[in-house]
Every structure is written in C-alpha cells, then in structure tokens.
Nanobody, 124 residues
C-alpha cells in the first residue's frame, strides 16, 4: 500500500520559514518524480514545485520561485520543501504527490499518489 505522509506545517509570521517533509512508503521512490501542491480555501489545487527522480532537475511555480526550494533524499524516501520569506498568500494545505512516469510535470492529473496534506498558515 502506497502512503505519502507530510509533516512540518504550522503557523508562522510573514517573512518566516518552514520546512515540509514527505515520506513515501510502498513505492520504488527512486523511480518517481515528486511534487508539492497547495490548496487554499475556495481555490483549486495548484502546483508549487517538482523534482526529478535523481534530484538533478527542479521546477517551480512563478509565485514561489526564489523563495521555496524542493529537494529529495532517495536513501530516506523523503522529499522536502524549504519555504523562506513566507507571505500570507502562501497560506494553504500543502500536499506532496508522486508521478510514476518519472517526468517533471505540473498538472494535478499527472500524479498517481497523494498525501493527506499539512496546513501552513502565514500571519501578517
């Protein structure tokens, strides 16, 4: 059974930082592109960042470029999202996702497995 488990969310003031983690179990992690998405109340789920199987390629939404960094540790089956200079508009539930075709993709529909999400709240 595939499980993606996120952690690291919380409440932070604007300008602060958080580091999200996502541990993947039940799948050959090294074969999966990993992505982070977020969903704010009343909004659709949106792409945040993705990382290739080796970690050599990354891709970011324009809204987070230069502030967020995605990374992965294949030995620990874990993907991370370092979030700096957080803004109130970053407030959302953050989800990690896995794509088994190994492409760096941004569409929600392309990802096979999803975590349960972790809440990030940025106060002004």
């Amino acid at each position: 059974q595939v499980q993606l488990v996120e952690s690291g969310g919380g409440l932070v003031q604007a300008g602060g930082s958080l580091r999200l983690s996502c541990v993947a179990n039940g799948l050959p992690f090294i074969r999966y592109t990993m992505g982070w998405f977020r969903q704010a109340p009343g909004n659709e789920r949106e792409f945040v960042a993705a990382i290739s199987v080796s970690g050599g390629r990354t891709y970011y939404a324009d809204s987070v470029k230069g502030r967020f960094t995605i990374s992965r540790n294949n030995a620990k089956n874990t993907v991370y999202l370092q979030m700096n200079s957080l803004k109130p508009e970053d407030t959302a539930v953050y989800y990690c996702a896995a794509d088994g075709l190994g492409r760096v993709v941004t569409a929600v529909s392309e990802y096979d497995y999803w975590g349960q999400g972790t809440q990030v709240t940025v106060s002004s």
